[in-house]
């Protein structure tokens, strides 16, 4: 069994050396238990935050400890009636190519209405988010303007399409011209690059009748350009700061919470942040039927980054915080 350990907690971006690549057994499921090969894992920004000891809404992996994540595996050995040898679930497995899991804590996967991959993408995880923050706390309503960065992300992209779904306009920022065309592809109304140098002018132009819902996937210069166009009542999903991840310190510079206060009380603003495990109960069931349903119609469309290979998890992991990912990152194990 491959097993990627956390060594060292990474300062600033993590680096080769804080990861150690280890070979241990094969585990045993016990009784009402299931042996996974992983097939697929899912790498995603919230896994930064379990390699730090900071103080966050979960805690972290203990040094020495498998890296966690979602995986796409099949059942090898089962000890479970529910689970038959040869089902392909999405279960918890880890950065790891075998383990051990309740049969309960899987889920299976249904080949047939999409590649099983996509049950870490939009069927999975971020796909939820989008759909939660975007439903349940931007509240948008037809005509609205909705505005999400990282947008050609398994998060953004899905805001964006579900945004369109629901009769808003919806503005996608991505970094570079290929992932703005992209963009456009994916039928966003308006496509932005925040590397441009006049991007706050172009985000300026691109919604005039300013911005009823901004989606935050990213923090830092996007935020700061967002900020003076909201809109009075506008919502503001925080779902990620992807931006900040890897910072090691405060941002220079003079103190901006009073401004943000004062457009906060001047417009009347709601800035709510979401962890989306709080929606699964109430709102998981029908969100994969609806996406499910927009997959088939052509109506939500996504993209995957996959590279081969667990042992390139770390550096994948690095390029898609600093959004050298085109889409999903997922890690083909076998
Ligand atoms: P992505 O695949 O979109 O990867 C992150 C992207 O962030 C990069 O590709 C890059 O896109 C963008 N980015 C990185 N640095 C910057 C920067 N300085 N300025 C602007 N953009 C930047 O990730 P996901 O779709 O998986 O996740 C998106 C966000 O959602 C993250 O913040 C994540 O933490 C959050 N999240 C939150 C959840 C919750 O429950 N609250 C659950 C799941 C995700 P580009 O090249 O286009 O700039």
Redesign the pocket.
Known sequence: NTQILLRARPVGEPAAEDFSIVSSEVPTPGEGEVLLRTKFLSL???MRGRMSDAPSYAAPTALGDVLPGATVAEVVESRDPSRAVGDVVLAYGGWQSFSVAPAAHTRRLDPSVAPVSTALGVLG??GF?AYA?LTQIGQPKPGETVVV????????ATVGQIAKILGCRAVG????PE?VAHLTELGFDAALD?RAPDFKDQLKAAVPDGIDIYFE??G???WNAVLPRLNKFARVPV?????HYNDTAAPEGPDRAPGLMRHVLNKSLLIRG????EFVRDHEETFLAEAAGWLADGRLRYREDITKGLENAPAAFNR????Q?F???VIEVS
């Open positions: 995603d920004p919230y995880m971020p988010t923050g960065a990282a947008a050609t992300g398994p998060v953004g920022i991505a970094g570079g992932k925040h996937n990213v830092g210069h996007v779902c990620g700061i992807v931006a979401f962890i989306q495990t898609m915080l600093r959004g990912n889409g999903k990152t």
